[in-house]
């Protein structure tokens, strides 16, 4: 190690160890209040003040904890410290602390009751002084140098206060003249006296006087730090025989390490705190610690002669009891101090009593001074509070900073997040469209397919039941034209024998009729003839009955006068009567001939001959009362006989033409159906071989339709089979395609989360379902704020506030 840098200042190196619970402190169940945080090098103390929680964190250059084993600490912090020693510089150890927090273990251990182990191995309780000799030696022997160790041991006050030198030779080096270098390291190693105040160290009476002896080095020793800390002019060394030893140790050129021991019982809570603000304050103390310089043998002889002979007489003198004996140069030096502290003295007493009158002027100064500052403490106070309330306030402002800060930092995730989910979802809905669109086209081709399969297949039963019909009417027909046949024939063959009969009877009437016809003639020409001869009678006997009426009334008139001559008239009227009435049945008797035989030819003669009849009987009733209205009564029954035979002479004239040329038109027409019969039986029987021919070259059109119909149905099967086969063709291209899609939506197109550095952790891969899609939602400002609040705890820094001067076990006890 160079000069220029072992000379660099070096802070005293401070390590912290919490002991274990004690059995008392196990079984009074004491609350633990010291946390040690060995990665972090950090203690934790935990206070309740005001009925609050508050943790007061110290960090240290190393921490070791309950668990820590002296090996531990040893290998760690005490390793490095005696290779130094080795190495020719000055250290110190100690081990500072409440009673019973271990220093005593720490230092020596618990090697007196335990049994070293194999090959002198020390016991695992061992603590840092023998191991510290036992590396020393180990080392120097490993060396084969030659070497002295010298080792004090020191008791001050009758508490511990151990003090080991090491003291090393080694021959190795020379100079060029082959003189040997000594190289020197010495190592101080001190266990105090427990660092507590007086009435709990367990000091009574007699030990009084020595512990205040004790606390008054301890005392000292807190002095001295603070004066180093804090830079004042005038370090206290002298004010104790600890601070005096350790002089070097503190400020000085020597490398110290102090090892603060604490309890984490809450019955040392006080004492803990103060141990831990005393070590803490002890970090910032300065060293220069620089390498021995090496001493030429013969120098360190001369010097370690001159020593003895010194010590020698000292020892002569004390023996002696007749005084001190000092050497004679140390006299006269020490008279000269002593003439220069009397002048000295002298001065000072006068400065003094300036001083003196300066300090009644400076303690009203100082008493005005008081009040101000009393005044001015007041406004300090007052002001620290409002400085308080100020920095709690800023404190709670910043908190709220930092929770936004973290809420907005969770918002951006959260909005990256949205973001890429927004991507994700829209990747996902155009998959899920495209996806659709393309099942919709599928489903809707499946669907025209199948409709055309469906098409297709009514096709083929409609053409098989149009076979069937097709069948059934050619078997019908061929049924129908049988009968039709049959039926046709059999017609024929009834017309014609119909048409033959018909022209038979129809001759045989004719002939009937035309005999009928000439009889009637004959019987009308006969009729005729009678009632002419009839009508001649009457016509003669009407006018014999005018002549006779003429000359009876003649004679009337000229036998009126006679009785006889009207007899003879009635006799005449009589005979008249009769032959009327005979002829009058004749007539009754020609008319009722005349009308049956008339009856079916005509009523009207009937109703000429009834007419004629009636007259005749109205004729005849009338004659017998009215005479004169005979002649006129024959008048008009010839004239109604006349027009009465007229008539029947026309009608029996227009008759015989009717039915004449009813007969020629019967004759006519029977002929004309005769031929017309025969022409409808040509036509017919002509029909029906052309109709036989129709439904022949029908049923042939229908078999050639029924092939055609074949060959069109295996065609139609044939191209659905095609077209099946493309329809699958097609859809397993689809689905090849949509597979396609599928996986180049998943592996490409769909956005993984990319850890930017602030998401902590990188989300799986998946298709977003709902609760994952849920989950990228950014949390509530609650849930946000609860998670940063639960990671961040808000650390109020309203504790009482520390006071400037560090508390010191020692200061309690003035
Ligand atoms: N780290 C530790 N591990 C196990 N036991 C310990 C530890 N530290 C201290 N002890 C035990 O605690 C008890 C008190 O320890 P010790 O006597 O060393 O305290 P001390 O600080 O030296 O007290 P005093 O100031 O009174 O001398 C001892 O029985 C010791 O074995």
Redesign the pocket.
Known sequence: MSREKSEKAVNVQVLL?C??F?EDELRNNAPQVVTCNEYQREVAVSQSIAGKQIDRVFTFDKVFG?S?QQKDLYDQAVIPIVNEVLDGFNCTIFAY??????????MEG?CKRAKSGPNGQLPPDAGVIPRAVKQIFDTLESQNAEYSVKVTFLELYNE?SLILLGHEEISKEATPEGEELIKCGKLNLV?L??SENISRSGAREGRAREAGEINKSLLTLGRVITALVEHLGHIPYRDSKLTRLLRDSLGGRTKTCIIA?VSPSIHCLDETLSTLDYAHRAKNIKNRPEVNQKLMKSTLIKDLYSEIDRMKAEVYAAREKNGVYIPKERYYQEESERKAMADQIENNQKQFEELQVKLDAQIQLSSDLGIKLNNTEKNLDQTCKLLATAKEDIKAYQYTLTEKDFIIAEQKKAAREDRLSAVNRSVVNDFQADLAEKIGSLSSIIVASMARQNEQLQCVEKLCHSCLEVHNKIEAMRNMVHLNKAGIKASVEDMSSMVSSNFSSLGQKFHDSQEHTSELSKFIIELLDKIEEETHKLDCHAARAHEAQTTSIADFQKAYEVDVRLVGLRDASIENMAFLDEHKSIMECATSDAKRKWQAFSAQAENYSKDGADFSTAKHCRMELLLQQCVKTVDGASKHWKKTHESINEMSSEHVTAVEAIVRNAVESSEQHYLEVGSSGTEAMENAVKNSDDIRRHIDRLTEHETEAASGIIANVKTHLGTLKDLEDDHAGRTTDIVRHTQNTFQNTYMDDEPSGDTPTRSETDVPSKGTIESLRSQPMEALLEEFRENNPYESSKEPKPSLIPRSPLIQLN
């Open positions: 160890r002991r274990p004690n309950p820590a602390g409440q009673t019973g927090t271990g220093k005593t273990y720490t618990e511990k266990d006296a427990g021991t």
